[in-house]
């Protein structure tokens, strides 16, 4: 993970959801700027308890309900918080994310246009980021071994998306099997025609972004 995330001397590292802090301690060793983020008491102990006198600086708190500033992101997130996590990112500025994701949700922010996989959250992450997938990670790599395989993935931004756009994105894929123009008529979105018959399902990532802007907006 730290590798993958070449991380430079000058640049400002955040860590979301410490877990007993083995990839903490690793980011900690880098000796750049490093604030790391944990939700659950015991686990926040347990980590500043393993990088004492590194100089990290270790939070409890909810980071999806702060603004840090960050260039780099590497964390092994809390796979219950995914969906969460990629809206929180695609509104923030940085440089790049390497995250530790369930193969099940990359499936589905990689799924494309016409995909059964392929949802709001497909169309928002494939709109605000570069997203790839890095490889693969053992179960038996984590303690205790989860039921489902790990995937590493980076994320590179391409677009800052608005909270009101992302409630657009959804709202629109809430009825994802309708024919488009419907939709936007029901939705009060913007009554753009010649979509024929196609259907949500089958728009791509750059129309999504397009129909799903605040009128005006460049």
Known sequence: ???????????????????????????????????????????????????????????????????????????????????????????????????????????????????????????????AFDVKVLGRIDRESFSPPPRVNSVIVSFTPKHRVSRTEISNIMRLFSLRRRQVESVLAELGMKGRTGYGRRRVYGLGPDEVYELCRPTGSK
């Open 1 to 127: 993970m730290v590798q993958l995330a070449r991380i430079q001397p000058s640049e400002r590292v955040l860590e979301i959801g410490t877990g007993k802090g083995a990839l903490t301690k690793e980011l900690a060793r880098k000796g750049v700027s490093f604030v790391a983020y944990e939700v659950d008491r015991q686990n926040f102990v347990e980590t500043l308890e393993t990088v004492r006198g590194t100089g990290a600086e270790v939070r409890l708190a909810d980071a999806f309900k702060q603004k840090p500033e960050f260039d780099v992101l590497a964390s092994s997130l809390p796979y219950s918080q995914s969906a969460i996590f990629v809206e929180w990112l695609s509104g923030m500025r940085f440089g790049r994310a390497v995250v530790v994701l369930q193969e099940d949700f990359v499936r589905k922010i990689t799924a494309r246009p016409g995909d059964r996989d392929y949802r709001g959250i497909s169309a928002l992450a494939q709109i």
